[in-house]
């Protein structure tokens, strides 16, 4: 098969035919589905059985090879383990977008002396860019484990800034004097954590929600 051929198959701009996919099909030792991705490709080192044995098998085998075989098999595999690293360090250095939250560490606004819609008052902090964290008016942190497993102490959840929420989603809260991560229940603010009461709401409580939760922050 010629080469300008393969490149036409490539791109597109020519139709692979029964009798051309037949030959691809054996050239690589797939099947016809597999080529066309109607199946997995084959695992070309299933057929391996690298047990303690062959193992030493294949040590004898390598050393039995010339020195100047040796030493090119080795360059070689050093060669492949240096690319496999640098492209792991490269990743793992690779820094990730940031965006800037107002951030609260108090998740209740009487402690911290200002309200949690008073932006300017707020500290800066840099977190991983997500769309979530655009949409997010502010950053609390978690205090405690009554969220769990939804959330837990420590947790950076970002605020996206409503002043009523459906029942069943998460909110920020202020009732009565005390601040609170929960899910609004109607009548209630209710914990995750089975081993924490549910806070009853009454007609004459004071409260206001400052916001739904729409995410936990990663920081960079």
């Known amino acids: 098969m010629q080469y300008s051929a393969c ?13 051309a996919a037949i030959k691809f099909a054996d050239f690589y030792g797939v099947t016809i589905d597999c080529l066309v991705g ?22 004898e085998a390598f050393l039995a090879l010339p020195s100047k075989i040796r030493a090119c098999i080795l360059d070689i595999m050093a060669q492949l383990g ?20 107002c951030y609260s560490e108090d998740a209740v606004f009487a402690g911290a002396g200002y309200a949690l819609d008073e932006y300017e008052r707020m500290e800066k ?24 497993p939804s959330y837990s102490d420590g947790d950076i959840v970002l605020v996206q800034q409503v002043e009523q929420i ?14 609170y991560i929960k899910e609004y229940g109607g009548d209630r603010l209710i914990s995750h954590n089975p081993k924490y009461n549910d806070i009853q ?3 004459s409580d004071i409260m206001r929600c400052f916001g739904r939760i729409i995410g936990v922050a990663e920081l960079p």
């Open 166 to 179: 459906e029942q069943g989603q998460i909110g920020v809260f202020f009732a009565n004097g005390s601040g």
């Open 7 to 19: 490149r036409e198959y490539e791109s597109g701009d020519r139709n692979l035919g029964m009798s």
């Open 125 to 148: 902090l840099e977190v991983v860019d997500t769309p979530e964290a655009r949409r997010a008016a502010f950053a609390v942190r978690v205090s405690g484990d009554s969220m769990e």
């Open 82 to 101: 240096g690319v496999v690293e640098s492209s792991r360090a490269a990743q793992a250095e690779e820094p990730k977008p940031t965006w800037t939250v």
């Open 201 to 203: 709401l009454h007609s």
């Open 38 to 59: 109607r199946e997995p490709a084959p695992d070309p080192f299933g057929d391996y059985d690298l047990t303690d044995a062959t193992e030493d098998e294949m040590i």
